[in-house]
């Protein structure tokens, strides 16, 4: 669906460096599928979490993120207070031109913009030895810098609903088959036309990544694809990945986890694209009873 016919959904607006703004309708279709995928969550007794929109580097780097993903982080920068006249500087100076802002010296960058919603999860039971399974889930406003940005299919700024899984393998595992096919199921009653397929993390310089050539060696991400080429979301087997990173065991072993991921702007524009521009015609009765 192109951006033109976005124009004639009442309260939306496409902001071009990569944002929406959602109010009246669009909006409520946007709650009721949050609420929806809460609902799905409840079923696993997930406990919910409200994270902020900052993780500190040190974290990330435990991941090797910058490595892996340098063209997707995005940095909060501020000025450097520590000197003076560097504020002078910046005050004195451009400042603001051609669309930019001038800076002048900035601070150190000690943190980053959450670029996925479950990292909050492993940072925050890390060093912990777990005795039950942990199902959790959390909402996150992400950030991944892009090349280029299409209305609610490729944004700097969106919304991550994710159900998460930390606890011994078998049970991980059991955990990724039982919600794969319970948002099958889901997604069969709203009519998206959606195919599971094999997929791989964005690294940078996938070739080169061991991690992108595990990942197709043996295969531990799938993705919702809807019309064929965009993921709407994912199920995510991470083995012990994380557990090894950041030190989470499971009554004394290293844990494994998985996560349950969908980008709730991609949903709106797969219900959008399905159903059309007219909040009349979609499909608000089965999201609200899925």
């Known amino acids: 669906m192109s951006e033109i016919k976005f124009t004639e959904i009442p309260g939306y ?23 929806m995928f809460l609902r799905i969550a409840a079923t696993a007794q997930a406990r919910e979490f409200y994270f902020p929109p900052f993780i500190q580097a040190a974290e990330l780097n ?30 004195e100076g451009p400042r603001f031109s051609d669309g930019k802002v001038h800076l002048t010296e900035i601070d150190k960058v000690c943190d980053c913009l959450t670029p996925a919603a479950c990292y909050h ?14 199902h959790l889930t959390t909402r996150a406003n992400c950030f991944r810098r892009e090349l280029y940005y299409k209305p609610l299919q490729r944004q700097w700024s969106f919304n991550m ?24 199921e889901t997604l069969a009653k709203l009519d998206l036309g959606i195919s599971w397929e094999v997929a791989t993390d964005p690294f940078f310089n996938p070739e080169s990544n061991p991690k992108f050539i595990m990942q197709q060696l043996d295969p531990v991400k799938h993705e919702m694809i809807f019309n064929k080429d965009l993921s709407i979301g994912s199920t995510n087997f991470h ?24 980008g709730l702007e991609r949903w709106l524009f797969a219900i959008v694209s399905r159903y059309g521009t007219n909040p009349a015609h979609w499909p608000m009765k089965e999201i609200q009873n899925g």
């Open 239 to 262: 083995k012990d990945y994380f557990g090894e990173s950041f030190n989470i065991k499971y009554q004394g072993e290293t844990a494994t986890s998985a996560c349950i991921a969908f």
């Open 161 to 184: 609903r994710e159900i998460v899984c930390i606890g011994p393998q078998d049970h991980v595992r059991s955990f990724v088959k039982k919600y794969r096919d319970i948002v099958t």
């Open 13 to 35: 607006k496409w902001i071009p460096n990569g944002q929406s703004n959602l109010s009246g309708s669009i909006f409520e279709l946007f709650k009721a599928l949050d609420a």
């Open 121 to 134: 999860f492993y940072i925050h039971f890390q060093n912990q030895d777990l005795q039950e399974p942990l």
């Open 62 to 91: 435990k991941l090797d993120y910058f490595k892996s993903f340098p063209h997707l982080i995005t940095f909060p920068v501020a000025l450097d207070q520590n000197d003076a006249k560097n504020l002078e500087k910046f005050t």
